[in-house]
């Protein structure tokens, strides 16, 4: 039977150590970010249609093709190895039903094996004090000092980035200082970008890697707050030729101003 591990993203800052996120590799090659280490426990969560080729990315609730919400349940977003990206977690109603639609907040992006560059499963923080603390850290954990992560002007929170690679490319893996592994990749605009590298098991059936940026951005959730995003569904053209997709969002805590949505909380039937 293939493997399958848990790697944990920990921030180190003043001293503390926090759980930012978990990253888990499934048998298949899957992949999951679950975050349920910020106190916040009410989130809204969202599929909306974006428009590639328009400077605005940002979408407004009210235009959202599906809305959710949960209330308890622990979180987190799947990439599955078919394609499928989906929320679930302890609580979460999630899964496919007999016809083959999303039980709960999923869309159909691409297969892993025809994934190519870029990031495709993001969480941000605003609030690093929230996170839950921890004293310990395993061989199989990324452990990052606050100081190691460039920060933008005005940034208030971290943004982590998952990329996904194939697994002919661990060839161009290599170690840091710390004994970390580490990839480098160019940005579009001619920049090297430099990230964390973490290897799913190599007996799992598709043995890929995930590159991790985390760089320092801005937040407007309030006082503290939580993110987490996946890839969208495949691209296809508007009436106007424009790329545009479907992508999933969610945001923690829930706005107080937020009424109305069907709920992903799953309760068991009596």
């Known amino acids: 039977m293939a493997k399958s591990s848990k790697h944990l993203i920990i921030i180190e800052s003043n001293g503390k150590r926090r ?3 978990k990253l888990l590799f499934t048998g298949d090659g899957s992949y999951s970010l679950t975050a349920p280490y910020h106190s916040a426990r009410k989130a809204v969560l969202s599929k909306m249609t974006v428009n590639y080729d328009t400077n605005e990315q940002c979408v407004a609730f009210s235009d959202a093709v599906e809305l959710s919400e949960l209330d308890e349940g622990r979180l987190k977003i799947t990439h599955h190895r078919s394609g499928f990206v989906q929320y679930s977690g302890d609580g979460v109603r999630s899964g496919l039903d007999e016809d083959g639609k999303s039980k709960g907040l999923g869309v159909f992006s691409r297969p892993l094996e025809e994934v190519g560059s870029g990031p495709a499963i993001g969480a941000g923080v605003q609030g690093i004090e929230e996170l839950e603390e921890t004293a310990k850290d395993s061989k199989h954990d990324l452990l990052i000092d606050i100081d190691e992560i460039p920060k933008l ?3 208030n929170g971290v943004m982590l980035e998952l990329h996904y690679f194939q697994p002919q490319i661990r060839r161009f893996v290599f170690k840091d200082s710390k004994n970390r592994n580490r990839i480098d990749i160019i ?3 001619g920049f090297i970008v ?7 098991p190599e007996d799992c059936e598709l043995p890929g890697l995930i590159g991790v940026e985390l760089y320092g951005q801005q937040f407007s959730y ?3 707050g939580f993110s987490l995003s996946g890839p969208g ?3 296809r053209t508007n009436e106007k030729g424009e790329l545009i997709a479907d992508v999933l969002g969610c945001i923690f805590p829930r706005p107080t101003d937020f009424e109305g949505a069907t709920s992903l909380d799953y309760k068991p039937k009596p």
């Open 222 to 224: 309030g006082k503290s």
């Open 19 to 21: 759980k930012f996120a």
């Open 233 to 235: 569904e495949k691209e």
């Open 153 to 155: 002007p005005g940034s």
């Open 187 to 189: 940005h579009p605009a």
């Open 194 to 200: 430099p990230m964390f590298a973490i290897f799913a």
